[in-house]
């Protein structure tokens, strides 16, 4: 008789591309989320939370970096799923602006408007993951739909300054640059390209920071020839045309009315460039007068993300402080948030234009930003530890954690085996404990307690000579009166 297989186990591992989150992790990210929409509620924007999931007909064609409609999603049939039978295919959202059209349509009657909202939570690409690019990520957003004035747009640059301070990042080491689609439309009309043309000149001029002036211009006009040696065709523009696109790149001034001056020069007499330009002007008065410096936003036409799917102003947050790359060498940290107006999102579902402009940070790389600073995590303290030295005595040590809590202190009780103490002091070790409560038998029957302080313990006995161990304890007898005053006491150290 054959030998019956046991089932077998699964792996306990994470699936690729996705990561788990502990406690010091989650505490410091909320931490932060909660800065920056504290800085969101004061504008007058309001929390929206929508579902994880959306019909892949609900989200769209709306992923920048591709060029399939739906690839990049995670998304089934609904049908195939029990219970189901609409036949609807469904999606993991991919971002928190595509689900807010679909709010912005549906309760268009009982929304005011124009709606300010932010919202943030995880998103879900199906992409091959690498290095520091993942499957699952947090988005930070903060929107304002149907909003025609550039009004909007300025009071979300300056709400994402304001965001960033927030959060820990200090006024220089981050600049919001903004720049106008509508701006780029004048310039690629003052350089007759073709419509057919006009995605790849955006593609070339995307590689602005990488291959420079003179780069882009090969790569607008006859192509160029990379560091590996490869060819790569040009677009095929005349030299002529491809000047007043390098002269919109480079016409970044020393002052905001100098960049201004440029960009008129640059679009010449189009009217949708003058437009553009007027609007970029608006918005530098606006943030001006509410006193953003240009040590924290400033007009700059470099800026070309999303300006193929901005349809007028767009903004990036860079972080200018430097940091060591894997090989030792400085670089600046790069930009953590990004946005602009997008005109043309809601009308998918209503048919009817609705003006609307929004701001996304990186979530991650903000908190990798703050812990560069060494912003981050200094508050993920785990709680005061309520040892366990008489089974019989649970009750006491509950009311113990009871009474740390009811002050406000974090606390808990040691619910593994105390057979060991020490196996107990090492639970606490792995928790970050700052504390550890201790009562015996004895110390019971005097009506005391044992404050245990285990970082200052740590240090002694990783530094300190037996004089200083003598006058730094870090064990104190209190009564247990004071139990929570001493605690307190010791937490303020």
């Keep these: 008789m054959a030998k019956e297989q046991k089932p077998r186990r699964p792996r306990a591992e994470t699936p690729k591309g996705f990561r788990d989150y502990f406690g010091a992790a989650v505490t410091e990210r909320n931490r932060m989320l909660e800065k920056i929409a504290e800085i969101y509620r004061l504008h007058g924007f309001d929390a929206l939370e929508t579902s994880g999931v959306e019909t892949v007909e609900a989200l769209g064609k709306f992923l920048p970096d591709v060029d399939r409609p739906n690839a990049g999603v995670f998304a089934w049939q609904e049908e195939a799923v029990p219970g189901g039978g609409s036949g609807d295919w469904l999606a993991l959202r991919y971002d928190l602006t595509a689900p807010l059209a679909r709010v912005a349509a549906q309760y268009r009657n009982d929304l005011p408007s124009p709606y300010r909202r932010y919202a943030m939570g995880p998103v879900w690409r199906n992409e091959k993951p690498g290095p520091g690019r993942f499957r699952q990520f947090y988005q930070c957003d903060a929107d304002t739909v149907g909003a025609a004035s550039v009004a909007a747009d300025a009071e979300i640059i300056a709400m994402l300054a304001d965001a960033l301070e927030a959060a820990g990042i200090a006024r220089g080491d981050y600049l919001v640059r903004v720049n106008n689609r509508k701006v780029l439309n004048g310039v690629l009309e003052a350089a007759r390209v073709e419509p057919g043309q006009a995605a790849d000149v955006l593609r070339q001029i995307d590689k602005f920071d990488k291959v420079g002036e003179a780069g882009v211009r090969e790569l607008l006009t006859t192509g160029r020839t990379d560091a590996s040696g490869a060819e790569i065709p040009g677009v095929g523009l005349e030299p002529a045309q491809a000047d007043p696109v390098i002269a919109f790149l480079t016409s970044k001034g020393d002052t905001n009315d100098e960049t201004l001056s440029n960009l008129r020069s640059a679009v010449g007499v189009s009217a949708i460039g003058a437009e553009g330009v007027e609007e970029l002007a608006q918005i530098a008065a606006m943030l001006d007068a509410t006193g953003m410096d240009a040590d924290r936003v400033v007009i700059d036409p470099s800026v070309v993300r999303g300006l193929g799917y901005y349809t007028g102003p767009v903004f990036e947050a860079e972080l200018t402080f430097e940091i060591l790359d894997d090989k030792g060498r400085k670089r600046q940290f790069g930009s953590v948030a990004g946005g602009g107006r997008y005109d043309d999102l809601v009308e998918r579902f209503t048919g009817q234009k609705v003006p609307a402009t929004g701001v996304s940070i990186g979530v991650d790389r903000l908190l990798a930003a703050l812990r560069e600073k060494g912003l981050a995590g200094a508050e993920a303290q785990g709680p005061v530890v309520v040892t366990v030295m008489d089974r019989d005595r649970m009750a006491d040590y509950q009311a113990m ?36 409560i201790i009562q015996g038998g004895d110390e019971a029957a005097r009506g005391v307690v044992q404050v245990k302080d285990l970082i200052l313990g740590a240090k002694i006995a990783a530094e300190a000579s037996v004089e200083e161990w003598k006058s730094q304890p870090a064990q104190v007898e209190a009564t247990r009166e004071a139990l929570v005053a001493t605690v307190r006491e010791m937490l303020a150290r």
């Design 401 to 436: 954690a009871a009474e740390l809590r009811a002050a406000g202190i974090r606390a808990e009780v040691y619910l593994g085996n105390p057979k060991n103490f020490g196996n107990q002091l090492k639970y606490a070790d792995k928790r970050g404990a700052p504390v550890a």
